[in-house]
């Protein structure tokens, strides 16, 4: 008998990846300046951590230092 263990975690299929990727593309304005396309290239650090924030399950160890870099971003003077 072929089945999943209750705690398995199944990864997403290629479709529902296709759909989380085009609403990230839909979530970018379609027409930014050449100063807004350049002051969020120069944040992409921060963007990265922004939307990984939105997913539920971040416990790699890019997350952690990308969490830091934010904290550290914030308190500085």
């Known amino acids: 008998m072929k089945g999943t263990a209750l705690n398995e975690i199944r990864p997403a299929t290629s479709g ?6 085009g609403l990230m593309i839909q979530a970018v304005p379609a027409e930014l300046t050449f100063e807004e396309a350049t002051m969020f290239l120069r944040k992409k650090g921060e963007m990265i951590g922004r939307i990984q924030a939105c997913f539920p399950r971040a416990s790699t160890k890019n997350d952690i230092m990308t969490s830091w870099e934010l904290f550290y971003q914030h308190i500085q003077p």
Request: no cysteine.
């Open 16 to 21: 529902q990846m296709k759909d989380v990727y």
